[in-house]
């Protein structure tokens, strides 16, 4: 209990350092915040334009793509607020050398690595795919249950716990290859297939997507369960995979530090 203390301590630490980071540079805080809302702005406009044409894609209405992009910028919002930021800095750390000063701390690093740094900019994100995911259930003309939001909620935790061990992974393999810099173009392509709903894709990869590589728990599962489409069955296997890849990462990363070579050397 002691020790979850020191690392409680130590998280609200983080939240303090990253508010005063943003409240010195307040132009760029709301600079990013304006394109979050622009990059929203977009992608609906591109979905109406799309639905202009259709009255469903793959058997999704254009309310039930409205659900699906609201789910989509919220677990977007989340990865960006907590983790993806401070995960992507891992290579220029492996490659200036300054990794040693983070294995020295008396903290395990891959805390350390993944918390210190918060996205406050994102926090109006968050807000706004409530208020998207909100009135697209009422242009659904729908209430879901608690049960239904409780397993929108699980699975939404599992698969923002998902694509972090993913990411984390990819950055891990800076290890070794110290002069790639931009390896968060892998995780980026992870997230980008999840941006579409997997019904549009053929039976195959529509598998491959849901029980290999899980992408389809990054939007379309969750929204799936909050409109009751997909079983509680279904959280269950998000909470494996969520923990499964979550150890992959831990031990991946204990791998990888032995051969890592430090800037003393």
């Not at 607020?81 to 000063?101: A, E, W």
């Not at 210190?116 to 208020?131: C, E, F, K, M, T």
């Amino acid at each position: 209990m002691r020790r979850l203390g020191f690392y409680w301590r130590l998280y609200k630490a983080f939240i303090r350092a990253s508010f005063v980071r943003e409240m010195e540079f307040r132009a760029n805080f709301w600079a990013k915040m304006l394109y979050n809302a622009l990059w929203l702005g977009f992608f609906l406009a591109t979905l109406k334009i799309i639905f202009r044409h259709t009255d469903s894609i793959a058997g999704w209405s254009e309310s039930e793509a409205l659900m699906l992009a609201a789910t989509l910028y919220f677990i977007d919002a989340l990865i960006s607020t907590l983790f993806y930021f401070g995960l992507s800095d891992l290579p220029t750390l492996v490659r200036q050398g300054t990794l040693d000063f983070v294995l020295f701390k008396p903290v395990d690093s891959q805390f350390w690595l993944s918390l210190r740094r918060i996205n406050l900019d994102q926090l109006g994100s968050l807000v706004v795919a409530v208020l998207l995911g909100v009135y697209a259930l009422f242009q659904l003309d729908y209430t879901p249950s608690l049960l239904n939001v409780a397993l929108y909620f699980g699975m939404v935790l599992t698969g923002v716990l998902i694509f972090y061990s993913f990411h984390f992974m990819m950055m891990t393999l800076s290890i070794w290859l110290v002069r790639v810099e931009n390896l968060w173009v892998l995780s980026d392509v992870f997230a980008q297939i999840g941006r579409f709903p997997t019904d549009v894709f053929d039976r195959v990869l529509r598998r491959v997507f849901t029980y290999v590589l899980p992408v389809a728990f990054l939007a379309t599962i969750p929204t799936q369960a909050l409109l009751g489409k997909a079983s509680a069955g279904f959280l269950w296997f998000a909470v494996a995979w969520a923990v499964g890849f979550f150890v992959m990462g831990r031990v991946f990363w204990k791998f990888a530090l032995r051969s890592y070579t430090s800037a003393s050397s």
